[in-house]
């Protein structure tokens, strides 16, 4: 089998007739799917053009058997991530290999949208009933009375129905074929075998997506020996799961869509076309060891929206800079906070817990966070809104109206804008130019927004300006 590699690399290390045979156990449905996926690839010759994708599960070790490309993906992420090579490579062949327990569960999201949105990729599905892997769990598809270690009386309608995957998935617009074939005789492995070969030409052929539903033996956890886990597939799993053609359109077509380029060039050129910035700051330019920002407010304050521009601003400075939202349950009134982190070379750890700088839009953030800011640290708060805090010696602070400077505007939702120029003022943070340029950039699509915030960004600096006053250096 040219699919296949002559050797197969195992944890055992075994050698002559161990490192030609898989490690599956016997009876096991895994190896004649790999047969089948192999034989195809072989017949199609797309073998130099295969990427298969397996992930958590017995699943996984199709990579020790397939001779082509291969990507191990998180537990139920398979889908997607063979999403992401077939949009990457549009000339790939593209295979996702995945357990039921592992698709059906963990992966429900990602199969259905991956699904629904039709690109021509492979999944192959191999449904055991059962969590096979990690110790023999309740799965999706497990049967009504069927014994697992998590429900070890037998599953009962509390626990749901079994999920019939290839019934869903071709109720859904997308999928161009889907069929369910099993394996405990030889009749089922001929139409096993046809079936993921059709699926595979589907794709080849640049139909749309496709999916085959294997119905496969996992003696181990059934407690069966091969030959009655094979009969106990026939007799309780087909009335669950009908076997056959659940849709197919042969006259599908997918069409071509543009690859995507991986040429740096013309980000690079468009970074270097870009106007330069002033001199940044004596502050900012200390962050080579990474310098920490949170700011934090009620739900609809615009903490997310500030935290986003300063992120912004300091990789148009040049700086590494990552920005991490964190909102309560609710969309407005509720705590909302984010952080910043910005760093010369590279931000290691861009989470915030002692910030070098705070900005709080309301008391409740300014309890909650004030007590962890860094020695030396500075804290920017709304004064139309909060008293005078007591602070740590050392913590400086400016007291800055944004509410109040945002309502003389006209429009309260600048204030924080105006919160942005008092924290420049405040901790020196990257260029007054780069801020400016960065909003306006930002609200390019609204010249009268895009106005007002520059005006409330000005406004708090001129008003820190007036009320902040610089440690000595």
């Not at 294997?214 to 009969?231: G, I, N, Q």
């Not at 990552?322 to 349950?329: L, R």
């Not at 400016?398 to 204030?415: D, F």
């Amino acid at each position: 089998m040219k699919a296949f590699y002559d050797r197969f690399d195992r944890h055992d290390g075994g050698a002559g007739l161990k490192a030609r045979t898989t490690h599956y156990c016997a009876g096991c449905g895994h190896g004649l799917a790999h047969r089948y996926l192999s034989d195809a690839i072989e017949a199609l010759g797309i073998q130099d053009r295969t990427v298969a994708v397996s992930p958590v599960g017995c699943a996984v070790f199709l990579y020790y058997y397939l001779d082509v490309g291969n990507t191990q993906a998180a537990h139920g992420r398979a889908s997607a991530v063979a999403l992401g090579h077939k949009l990457a490579n549009p000339g790939s062949v593209v295979v996702s290999y995945q357990g039921d327990g592992d698709l059906a569960s963990i992966g429900l999201t990602e199969i259905l949208q991956v699904a629904q949105l039709g690109a021509p990729l492979t999944i192959a599905f191999v449904n055991n009933a059962i969590y096979g892997m990690t110790g023999g769990q309740l799965a999706p598809t497990t049967l009504l009375g069927q014994k697992t270690t998590t429900s070890p009386r037998g599953r009962d309608r509390t626990m749901g129905q079994p999920l019939r995957m290839a019934e869903l998935v071709a109720s859904l617009d997308g999928p161009v074929y889907v069929e369910r074939v099993a394996l405990f005789d030889a009749k089922q492995r001929v139409r096993a075998a046809r079936a993921i070969e059709k699926a595979l030409r589907y794709q080849v052929e640049d139909r749309g997506f496709t999916f085959v539903e294997v119905l496969a033996e996992c003696p181990t956890h059934l407690r069966m020996s091969p030959l009655d886990a094979e009969r106990w597939v026939r007799d309780e799993m087909l009335p669950v799961f009908p076997l056959g053609v659940k849709k197919d359109l042969p006259d599908a077509r997918w069409g071509e869509w543009p690859a995507p380029r991986f040429d740096p060039g013309p980000i690079l050129e468009a970074l270097e076309a870009q106007p330069p910035a002033d001199d940044p700051p004596a502050t900012a330019t200390r962050a080579s060891g990474g310098l920490g920002v949170k700011l934090a407010g009620a739900g609809g304050d615009g903490a997310q929206t500030a935290a986003a521009l300063v992120a912004r601003a300091a990789i148009a400075e040049g700086f590494d800079a990552t920005h991490i939202p964190c909102y309560g349950p609710e969309s407005r009134g509720g705590t909302s906070f984010a952080d910043v982190r910005l760093a010369a070379d590279e931000v290691l750890a861009p989470e915030v817990p002692c910030p070098d700088a705070l900005v709080a839009f309301n008391a409740p953030s300014l309890a909650r966070f004030a007590p962890a800011l860094a020695p030396g640290g500075v804290v920017v708060y709304d004064s139309a809104v909060i008293r005078a805090p007591a602070l740590a010696p050392g913590v400086r602070a400016a007291a800055v109206p944004c509410a109040r400077i945002a309502a003389e505007l006209g429009s309260p939702l600048v204030k924080n804008a105006v919160a942005l120029g008092a924290l420049h003022v405040a901790a020196g943070l990257l260029s007054e130019a780069t801020f400016v340029r960065t909003i306006r950039e930002a609200l390019a699509r609204s010249a009268a927004l895009a106005d007002v915030n520059v005006e409330a960004f000005l406004r708090g600096v001129r008003a820190a300006q007036e009320t902040y006053t610089p440690p000595h250096p």
